[in-house]
């Protein structure tokens, strides 16, 4: 009868999947078949105690960082990969953007000094007052530079065109005068008389010469606009990529029951699971 009493016992702690520190010790003809018994039953169930989140990436750190500097939040946030092709990305653009400013530098630079060299507003006075009856008084000493021997706003009355000759050295200056037929008499290989729409080879090769310059500079600008779009997509990319790296990363604490044929001890284990 009491042999028959045990024998309950223990199948009770095994059905239960006990979790105490230490069982009762068994005595008895059982001993040896209680052991075995005990040894061979490993229990499913674990303990998880808490998942907890380990070396979280801040969503806020990483965007900003790419902001600034494209590419460093993609290093923050393990990505290098991609921070590689931003950063390559962005020096392919600054370098672009300052090539071409530079070459459309030095192209303004050529067709100003070619436009000083070749163009002159004391010819198209002079046309002016031969075709359209204009009486703009022009300084006789030919040592002056062409801009200082005409008065600029005696020049602007007579003019009756589309638009008013700037004064030498601004921008638009340098521009009217390769683009407006209005101005073609002020060209030293102009030759065809009051028909000034007729255009002269210089005024043909310095347009070309500024449109080739407008296109450098066309480069450089969309460069520039490239750096901020490469700028914007990197953080939206670092961003993207911390919360993935939140998301996928989880680092679970967890106990698991060893059941022994006198004990059971409880064994901690860590679980680390990064999802793809």
């Not at 018994?37 to 169930?45: H, I, L, S």
């Not at 500024?210 to 520039?224: H, Q, T, W």
Request: glycine fraction near 6%.
């Amino acid at each position: 009868m009491r042999a028959k009493i045990k024998l309950v016992v223990m199948m009770f702690f095994i059905a239960a999947g006990i979790s105490s520190a230490q069982t009762e010790m068994f005595y008895g003809n059982l001993t040896s078949d209680s052991r075995t018994a005990f040894e061979q039953y490993k229990p499913a169930v674990k303990i998880n105690i808490m998942p907890v989140q380990s070396g979280k990436k801040s969503v806020f750190l990483a965007g900003a960082l790419s902001l600034l500097v494209p590419g460093a939040g993609e290093i923050y946030t393990g990505e290098y990969w991609r921070a590689a092709a931003f950063i390559a990305l962005e020096a392919a653009v600054i370098t672009t953007a300052i090539i071409y400013n530079k070459k459309g530098d030095d192209q303004t630079t050529k067709f100003e000094n070619y436009a000083d060299e070749n163009w002159s507003v004391v010819r198209y006075a002079e046309w002016l007052n031969q075709y359209h009856n204009a009486n703009i008084q022009i300084n006789p000493d030919v040592t002056l530079p062409s801009w200082e021997r005409v008065d600029w706003n005696d020049l602007n009355s007579y003019e009756n065109g589309s638009h008013k000759m700037p004064k030498h050295g601004e921008q638009q200056y340098y521009e009217l005068i390769g683009k407006y037929w209005q101005y073609s008499a002020g060209w030293n290989d102009y030759t065809a008389g009051a028909n000034n729409t007729q255009l002269s080879p210089n005024f043909n090769f310095y347009s070309h010469m500024r449109g080739e310059a407008n296109d450098y500079y066309n480069v450089a600008s969309k460069a520039v606009i490239g750096i901020y779009i490469n700028h914007f997509l990197s953080m939206l990319d670092a961003v993207w990529s911390s919360i993935s790296f939140n998301k996928n990363l989880a680092l679970n604490a967890r106990v698991e029951t060893e059941q022994y044929a006198q004990r059971v001890e409880l064994v901690p284990t860590l679980n680390l699971k990064f999802g793809f």
